[in-house]
């Protein structure tokens, strides 16, 4: 039996006796074989002794039974690590930040409290995925949408806590954003709620987000300053149409305006909907058409085509802009959605082509136009998470394939937040670009665009591969630690990582030597004295253990 660090046998002997009498025994985990589901399946140490592992795992079915967890742990000093559903996969799984933790699994924590309708909010537990509770709306018949990522198979709860993002209207996409209450177990057992949620028998917890004083929320996503057992979301309303038009591009100069003009529109709520950014001449495609990329592969190419792509430096070259016009193949391609009464979404529609007309020679062409309410085969012959569906198929991206024979283990996510203009784009691929060249990595080799999921900031969502050669993922790990860097001297960095990558991270925030960070560490120092909880999650390590690792 594995015992967590600086836990004796004994006293994890009796800890282990007290989750039992508090969960039951099938609800602790400390076999070889049930330790096994908490790895990381894409762990970038595969087959290395540094990978971080789980010294046991217990699962509550209330928040109760948590508070009492915490209270044994913080008695025999054991290190918890909370996790949802665990399905985190490329920031790091369900695997502790802090090897040898105890997973703290709140998949039993599944119920869907509260779903309203007429004010369009819904209260859950952690283990609750976005299909639990799309499936709920279904059987219910309510006219809401969930907005949810790819692949939907996570927790609301979990993915809001790392700040994941998805597909819908503006106003929903970004995750922690749009939650709306919280209730947390604190480190030393106790309970809070945040917001309206502070007031016993509180009428509007879901409705209003900030209370009175000091709002909390923030400091319980991507920290270890609590564990959250319930949160709420504020859902779509179903709406009465949806309208997606593209707008094509010429010449690669075109980026700037088309970049200005978005944010204009976006930032006027004249559109909405999730802007997808894709260079049918580059061969790149739209993040919302990977999964049809995937499954069907990419569209072919003349041997003139692919010639001058190699030529293109940072993805630009005179004659690669001329084929283009000659083709017709737009430099750059827009998808806009709009979701509303269609009078109102026509109107939007023909303002968006009023400000785009500016750029020569652009182009507009309407690709969808939905009513709603649609069944679930319908929505599948679109991309379903703009439509409030949650699916599986973006994991066709990692499937072997006629086009991808020889898939890779798993990936690490690159996510680099650069600034909303064209030039940071191109900035963005000339420095990364360079920088993964002399590290060979496999990231910006041709030219990369951003996914459009924040109003006011761009964000890059690169996967870089785990593979079986433990060599080969040394490489990659050194070499994202120096992109990481690099991106942190242009003044950008990442919004959310793996473990393995979250000290360098955080060095990147180095403001007055570090001021924010030491900021976390008197947090933690004052929440959580004992260091139980998430050690060393987004390099927050508690006074006991901040030595080793710095």
């Known amino acids: 039996m594995r015992t967590p660090p600086g836990v004796s046998e004994a006293d994890y002997g009796k800890a282990l006796a007290e989750f039992r009498s508090i969960v039951g025994s099938e609800w602790v985990f400390t076999s070889e074989e049930d330790l096994n589901l908490y790895r990381d399946a894409y762990s970038p140490f595969l087959n290395e002794t540094e990978e971080l592992v789980a010294s046991g795992a217990v699962a509550p079915s209330s928040t109760e039974e948590v508070q009492r967890i915490v209270r044994v742990a913080n008695r025999f000093r054991?290190?918890?690590?909370?996790?949802?559903?665990?399905?985190?996969?490329?920031?790091?799984?369900?695997?502790?930040?802090?090897?040898?933790?105890?997973v703290l699994d709140l998949k039993r924590m599944n119920r869907i409290i509260e779903v309203n309708e007429e004010n369009a909010y819904a209260l859950v537990e952690p283990g609750v995925s976005y299909f639990d509770l799309y499936r709920y709306i279904q059987e219910k018949k309510l006219k809401v949408w969930i907005d949810c990522p790819d692949p939907g198979w996570g927790s609301l709860i979990g993915n809001a806590l790392d700040r994941g993002g998805g597909y819908t209207s503006a106003n929903y996409r970004n995750h922690f954003d749009s939650h709306c209450g919280m209730e947390v177990v604190l480190p030393s057992g106790e309970l809070l709620r945040t917001g309206m949620g502070a007031i016993p028998n509180a009428e509007t917890w879901q409705q209003y987000k900030s209370g009175c004083g000091p709002w909390v929320d923030g400091i319980f996503s991507q920290s270890n300053y609590g564990i959250c057992t319930k949160m709420g979301f504020w859902l779509m309303p179903e709406p009465e149409a949806y309208l997606r038009g593209a707008v094509t591009f010429q010449r690669y100069e075109d980026l700037h305006a088309l970049v200005e003009t978005l944010n204009h529109l976006e930032n006027s709520r004249i559109t909405s909907g999730f802007p997808d950014l894709s260079s049918p001449l580059l061969g790149y495609p739209a993040v919302g058409q990977l999964q049809l990329f995937f499954e069907r592969g990419p569209p072919p190419m003349e041997a003139e085509h692919l010639a001058l792509l190699k030529d293109a430096k940072v993805g630009y070259s005179p004659a690669l802009e001329a084929y283009g016009i000659r083709k017709g193949l737009p430099y750059w391609h827009l998808m806009l959605s709009f979701y509303g009464p269609k009078e109102v979404i026509a109107a939007q529609w023909a303002a968006?082509?009023?400000?785009?007309?500016?750029?020569?020679?652009?182009?507009?062409?309407?690709?969808?136009?939905?009513?709603?309410?649609?069944?679930?085969?319908?929505?599948?012959?679109?991309?379903?998470?703009?439509?409030?569906?949650?699916?599986?198929?973006?994991?066709?991206?990692?499937?072997r394939s006629p086009f991808n024979p020889t898939p890779s283990k798993g990936h690490m996510w690159f996510s680099p937040i650069i600034p909303r203009t064209g030039q940071a784009i191109i900035d963005a691929n000339r420095i990364f670009g360079e920088a993964a060249k002399d590290l060979n990595m496999p990231l910006f080799r041709t030219f990369s665009l951003p996914a459009c999921f924040w109003e006011r900031a761009f964000i890059f969502i690169l996967a870089t591969p785990v593979t079986e050669d433990p060599q080969t993922n040394r490489t990659y790990r050194e070499g994202f630690k120096k992109l990481i860097k690099v991106g942190g001297e242009q003044g950008w960095g990442e919004?959310?990582?793996?473990?393995?990558?979250?000290?360098?991270?955080?060095?990147?925030?180095?403001?007055?030597?570090?001021?924010?960070?030491?900021?976390?560490?008197?947090?933690?120092?004052?929440?959580?004295?004992?260091?139980?909880l998430s050690a060393g999650r987004y390099d927050i390590w508690p006074k006991h253990l901040r030595g080793n690792h710095r």
Do not use: C
């Open 352 to 399: 968006t082509q009023r400000h785009f007309s500016k750029i020569r020679g652009v182009g507009f062409q309407v690709l969808d136009e939905v009513t709603f309410p649609i069944d679930a085969e319908t929505a599948a012959e679109h991309h379903e998470p703009e439509f409030g569906v949650p699916s599986l198929r973006v994991f066709s991206i990692g499937a």
């Open 495 to 532: 919004y959310r990582t793996a473990p393995v990558f979250q000290k360098s991270v955080m060095d990147v925030y180095s403001f007055n030597n570090h001021a924010l960070h030491r900021f976390h560490e008197t947090l933690k120092d004052a929440i959580d004295p004992n260091g139980i």
């Open 78 to 102: 054991i290190p918890l690590y909370p996790i949802s559903t665990g399905k985190n996969l490329g920031y790091g799984g369900s695997a502790p930040a802090y090897s040898g933790s105890v």
